[in-house]
């Protein structure tokens, strides 16, 4: 694979390095923490999911909103039993899971969705969990800490990161910022935030200022370093970040380019 030189102004930056899908899945070692993007499968990185299936990528702890149903979105990891741990907060519509789930060949911790996602945004935004009145009373507050503020009752939920976030978006930059659809959107923006990798799977790849400033959602300098890229080709991005750093010492590789 050739390099893509990358420049900004005068500045020449560190190339950005081109590479196929199967390359980029291939960074995923066994036994990594994905976030998922997606609402039963709407907005899930379709393209990635399957070629995770394919290389047989075992002992996945999947962080999502759910395991959408079988043969759809992360359906397809349950199906091909590479999911030792789901994070979810619905499990109804995916008969796999539960069967696995009762099997004990598969553990399924349920959160409810607003705590869920709440737990995401702590952790891509370096919190360490929230404080929240929902589960008290009931078996979620098993475990958990109890809080009190004026008073009130709150469970601390603890903050969730994963090894790596799998991003859908409509619209996609060389720079890398993003623009989601319409419901796609769901957690797609949420998971970026609390991905130490995050590859972003997009229908279009567009030049710089097509997308309007007040409709990108996930800045690039957000998901990582940024560069101004020359290969037209692409059509999904991945940028490697360290959680808590910034700056240009962020990456083994500046930011990776994955094209057909």
Known sequence: MGACQCRRGTVDLLDMQTVSLEQAVAMIPDGASLMIGGFMAVGTPERVVDEIVRQNKRNLTIIANDTASPGRGIGKLIAAKLVQKAIVSHIGLNSETQRQMTAGE???????????????????????????????????????????????????????????????????????????????????????????????????????????????????????????????????????????????????????????
């Not at 945004?121 to 503020?149: C, D, F, N, S, W």
């Not at 008073?151 to 623009?179: C, M, Q, T």
Request: contains cysteine.
């Open 106 to 260: 598969l553990e399924v911790e349920l959160v409810p969705e607003g705590t869920l996602v709440e737990r995401i945004r702590a952790g891509g935004y370096g919190l360490g969990g929230v404080l929240t009145q929902t589960g008290i009373g009931t078996t979620v507050e098993k475990g958990k800490q109890q809080i009190k503020v004026d008073g009130k009752a709150y469970l601390l939920e603890v903050a969730l990161r994963a090894d790596f976030a799998l991003v859908h978006a409509f619209l996609i930059d060389y720079l890398g910022n993003l623009s989601y659809a319409l419901t796609a959107r769901n957690f797609n923006p949420i998971i970026a935030m609390a991905g130490g990798t995050v590859i972003v799977d997009a229908d279009n790849i567009v030049p710089i200022g097509v997308i309007s400033p007040d409709h990108i959602v996930t800045p690039a300098p957000v998901v990582g370093p940024w560069s101004q890229t020359m290969c037209p080709r692409a059509c999904m991005f991945s940028f490697n970040r360290k959680m808590g750093s910034s700056g240009p010492a962020l990456l083994p590789k500046r930011g990776w380019r994955i094209r057909r």
